[in-house]
């Protein structure tokens, strides 16, 4: 048996509308090398200028995963050819990053790690290559985009806690509103370094897995290699350090190149760059643009609000959603329902009705405010519906005009006369005419409870109620027909 250390670089694009040092278009999809100019070309003699909205993102993000920010940040260049980058070195940072020394806590999935994030440094991205038959293409689109990468000590021990720190990690760059976190568009991509040794002996040779674009290709691609790696101890092998790519077609990693150390790279400071020095303003922008961790906003969901881990995880997943979910419960509550009834009618709305909309009109849970059915709507459908006074059938139906009509459902319901029928003298009149055409179904009701058939007799029951309801569309208040039915069934 062996002991795993593993440990990530997740890189992020930064929302900045233009690239960290120069004044192009940061855009996804556009077409090729339509967002490039001398400077994030790498032509001789040009300056770079650093993008200020970058940095503070940075540390933005580098505050959420508790780093210290350093009284002094500068940049360096990253000495390497490679022809996505055309300049043959990249804008980087290696001595004194934006981030330095914090950590992310792990939780769910039965899973309780904390993670120290070693650093945090801002750098530009290179341009893309495109690989068709015998040509490669290039796009230097991407070239000089903000990118931040996150790195940690390699404290986690599974592919599935690499999993869930990629995923605790995108859902806190989308709610601070820094990074997309489209993995499939490359916002977001992890290098994940494992080595393997046995129990005490401290770290092992490193492997490094290349630009994974997704959490289940993190998991997937991890205990690949600690499987494989392990195969190769057993045999009395070494393991050879490299950096290897997942072929997601066949499940298993693939050599790619020997792995580069730091030295290789032979960094210097930038000189074009000043050193960057953050005063009081900058430092209190930054702890503004702070906000409720996602992992904190799930626990408190499930102690205030009452709801299942499970629940608060689904309710938190985007904060748009969760935010939604807050505003209706508090809509409920002030127009009466208690909080616990609130809080799971919303969520049961939210995860069945609300998200089969949103997938119907191809409208992402991110633009879940958009609706016209918006949290004060769908607190007065949920109380109308908690209060008897529509039924769950015609709440939805109400639902579906708001979406089509932008009105108030209770303008709705009073229209298509939905209200509830709770008149007893009202329901028994519609009793007595279903009664008037189902007579051999109450005497086969007696008869089979008399008969000690009693599931029979419930099921019949049943029928009779929802004979009620289809003659009242739904309307009859089911609780008062059923004990007219069961009173005619004993005869009186």
């Known amino acids: 048996m062996y002991q795993s250390f593993i440990g990530l670089e997740v890189h992020i694009h930064l929302l900045t509308k233009t690239k960290v040092f120069c004044g192009c278009a940061a855009a996804f999809g556009d077409e090729p090398n339509t967002h ?175 630009n994974l674009n997704s959490s289940r290709f993190v998991r997937l691609g991890l205990n690949y290699e600690i499987l494989r790696q392990s195969a190769l101890l057993d045999q009395g092998k070494a393991v050879v350090q490299e950096t290897r790519l997942w072929n997601e077609n066949r499940d298993q990693t693939e050599p790619m190149r020997q792995k580069e150390n730091a030295q290789d790279y032979r960094y210097f400071p930038e000189p074009d760059l000043p050193v960057f020095i953050p005063d009081a303003a900058f430092l209190r922008s930054v702890e503004e643009a702070l906000i409720e961790a996602p992992q904190d906003r799930i626990r408190r969901l499930q102690e205030e609000y009452g709801l299942s881990e499970e629940q608060a995880e689904l309710v938190a997943d985007e904060k748009a959603e969760a935010d939604y979910f807050e505003e209706a419960a508090a809509a409920a509550m002030a127009r009466g329902l208690e909080k616990s009834a609130a809080s799971q009618r919303i969520c049961h709305w939210l995860l069945s009705d609300i998200r089969h909309i949103l997938a119907r009109e191809g409208i992402p849970i991110a633009a879940i405010g958009t609706l016209k059915l918006n949290p004060r709507r769908l607190a007065a459908l949920v109380v109308l519906s908690a209060g008897g006074q529509v039924s769950g059938k015609n ?98």
């Open 395 to 492: 709440a939805k139906q109400a639902a579906e005009l708001v979406l089509s009509g932008d009105r108030d459902p209770e303008d709705i319901i009073r229209e298509q006369g939905w209200e509830r029928i709770t008149d007893p003298a009202r329901i028994a009149d519609v009793v007595q005419a279903v009664y008037a055409d189902e007579g051999k179904i109450f005497a086969e009701i007696r008869s089979a409870l008399t008969g000690g058939r009693d599931k029979r007799g419930q099921t019949l029951k049943a029928y009779l109620v929802g004979r009620v309801l289809e003659r009242t569309g739904g309307r009859a208040d089911p609780k008062i027909a059923e004990s007219r039915i069961e009173e005619l069934i004993a005869g009186r």
């Open 36 to 210: 490039v100019c001398p400077v994030c070309l790498g032509y001789p003699g040009v300056l770079p200028a650093l993008n200020i909205e970058a940095m503070r993102m940075g540390c933005t993000v580098a505050r959420s995963l508790n780093c210290r920010i350093p009284s002094q940040t500068w940049f360096e260049r990253k000495q390497y050819f490679y022809p996505d980058m055309t300049k043959n070195y990249q804008i980087s940072q290696f001595a004194s990053p934006l981030g330095q020394e914090g950590y992310m806590d792990l939780e769910g999935k039965g899973i309780r790690r904390r993670v120290r994030i070693r650093e945090c440094h801002l750098e530009e991205d290179a341009g893309k290559m495109i690989h068709t038959g015998t040509v490669s293409l290039l796009d230097y689109n991407r070239a000089g985009v903000s990118l931040l990468e996150i790195v940690t000590e390699p404290d986690m021990e599974t592919g599935e806690e690499a999993e869930l720190f990629i995923r605790q990690l995108r859902r806190l760059v989308r709610y601070l509103g820094v990074c997309d976190g489209n993995m499939e568009e490359g916002s977001l991509r992890a290098d994940a370094n494992i080595s393997i040794n046995l129990p005490g002996k401290g770290l092992g040779r490193k492997v490094e897995i290349k």
